[in-house]
């Protein structure tokens, strides 16, 4: 069974019940959510009635919460120690991510591995090592993993080279997150993705590989931009994801949607809609459909 989801919200007052609502709503079977705003370190205390609520709708709409996947927090970034001070604050927030994960019972947590800012590539793939070993030596349940990155200003993990040399190095369980349009805009062409799987299957293994970011791409190979685009709306296409979705390789692994919220044409920013239910469906049924906008639009406008 296909196991599809997307990006969800998780407000503070709703918790995962509200990620899992908001899942439901979109028909997907599993979901990803930050256990608060990515941009910031406001966390409430998490709300254990309000999580047994969530297990019970979960297990009553066949939602495995092991294929369910939080993303850790943007500012976190283990790559650059110049400062002792802004690198122990990011050993410290994913230390009490993980924490929190654990007490909801989530089980892979999707990292992007760090920007060197200024550093050297070399010193800034020890400097992650040296944090996920420092953090992973808690004994958390929930497991990291690290995201395939586009190249965007100095992101460290770009390439299959680096994410192996990380793999190696650390010294847990760590597995690894793919991102479609992140691999699009890093160089990895996706209309020939078994090229690439096979490369990874045998420079890391497949079995490390926790969840797929499914998104298309605003731009070209090997760009280094990182802006999402629509399934089917951007330069990867839709025929190329459903391969990455439907792999018989990738079949157990959830695939997460976050492709952009849309307004009155795929580029307003006025009011916006989540595309996810008429993705998600277009995934399933295999087909295409060009009429994504308006769908959305007569269903959120009633
Ligand atoms: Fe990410
Ligand atoms: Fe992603
Ligand atoms: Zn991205």
């Known amino acids: 069974m296909l196991i599809i989801g997307s990006h969800v919200g998780f407000n503070s007052k709703d918790q995962l019940?509200?990620?899992?609502k908001e899942a439901l709503s979109y028909e997907a079977n599993t979901f990803m959510f930050y256990t608060g705003a990515p941009q910031n370190t406001l966390r409430k205390p998490i709300d254990q009635?309000?999580?047994?609520e969530a297990l019970k709708l979960m297990q009553e709409n066949n939602i495995d919460i092991k294929n369910v996947i939080c993303h850790a927090p943007y500012i976190i970034n283990l790559a650059n120690k110049?400062?002792?001070s802004k690198w122990d604050f990011s050993i410290n927030f994913l230390k009490q991510e993980l924490a929190r994960c654990d007490e909801l019972g989530i089980s892979s947590m999707v990292l992007h591995p760090g920007s060197a800012v200024g550093l050297p590539k070399e010193e800034a793939l020890e400097n992650i090592k040296d944090g996920l070993n420092l953090i992973l030596k808690e004994g958390y349940r929930c497991r990291v993993l690290l995201e395939t990155m586009a190249?965007?200003?100095?992101e460290c993990g770009s390439s299959l080279a680096e994410l192996k040399y990380l793999i190696s190095q650390i010294n847990?369980?760590?597995?690894?997150?793919?991102?479609?349009?992140h691999l699009n805009d890093s160089g990895v062409d996706i209309n020939?993705?078994?090229?690439?799987?096979?490369?990874?299957?045998?420079?890391?293994?497949?079995?490390?590989?926790?969840c797929v970011h499914v998104n298309d791409?605003?731009?070209f190979l090997a760009s280094h931009k990182d802006r999402h685009a629509n399934i089917g709306y951007g330069t990867i296409g839709f025929d190329a994801l459903l391969h990455v979705i439907y792999h018989e390789k990738l079949a157990t692994v959830s695939k997460i949607l976050e492709t952009p919220y849309v307004g009155e044409s795929?580029?307003?920013?006025?009011?916006?809609?989540?595309?996810y239910r008429f993705e998600i469906k277009m995934i399933r049924e295999q087909t295409f459909d060009d009429h994504l906008l308006e769908h959305i639009h007569t269903y959120y406008k009633r």
Not at 17 to 20: E, N, Q, T
Not at 49 to 52: A, D, R, S, V
């Open 17 to 20: 019940l509200g990620s899992v």
């Open 172 to 181: 847990y369980p760590i597995g690894i997150c793919l991102d479609t349009c």
């Open 49 to 52: 009635e309000k999580t047994n």
């Open 217 to 219: 791409s605003k731009n």
């Open 151 to 154: 190249g965007k200003g100095s």
């Open 266 to 275: 795929l580029e307003d920013k006025n009011r916006l809609y989540p595309p």
């Open 192 to 210: 020939h993705f078994d090229e690439y799987l096979n490369e990874f299957e045998q420079e890391i293994g497949l079995e490390k590989i926790g």
């Open 82 to 84: 110049k400062d002792p």
